[in-house]
């Protein structure tokens, strides 16, 4: 039996790295879904919405290619967001962004969600 390829639905090089980290060497293929299009305030719900979104898309994308490869595919969909004071944070767009939040959040105690969704494509 041979191993399925692991295909990331991100462009996240911090995800690329810890998968890397762990000998772990993904096909990286971005779903590019436009997360501005989900409008939940649950963290939660948010994070696992936009995961399971990510990784249908790409999935979509590999049977419609039909990649020739490997008999097998896991799609791995992740999103994360951070919450403060009620507030959901998403990946900020640069560092100049990433800098001011972390010092407007400074001496405050925050929650991070994360979810991680796998498709399994035979």
């Given amino acids: 039996m041979k191993i399925p ?4 639905a991100s462009s996240s090089s911090a995800r690329l ?3 890397e980290t762990v000998g772990i060497k993904p096909i990286v293929m971005p779903s590019n879904f436009d997360e501005s299009t989900v409008k939940l305030t649950d963290p939660r719900k948010l994070v696992e919405t936009l995961a399971q979104a990510k990784a249908e ?3 979509k994308s590999i049977i419609k290619d039909n990649l020739p490869e490997t008999p097998s595919h896991l799609i791995l969909g ?4 951070l919450v403060i004071e009620d507030q959901i944070y998403g990946k900020p767009a640069d560092r100049q962004e990433a800098k001011s939040r972390w010092q407007k959040m400074r001496g405050q105690v925050g929650q991070l969600y994360t979810v991680h969704a796998l ?3 035979y």
Avoid: Q, Y
């Avoid at 390829?5 to 990331?8: D, G, V, W």
């Avoid at 992740?78 to 967001?81: F, I």
């Fill in 119 to 121: 498709i399994d494509l």
């Fill in 57 to 59: 898309i790409t999935a």
């Fill in 78 to 81: 992740c999103d994360s967001v």
């Fill in 17 to 19: 790295r810890l998968l």
């Fill in 5 to 8: 390829s692991l295909i990331l």
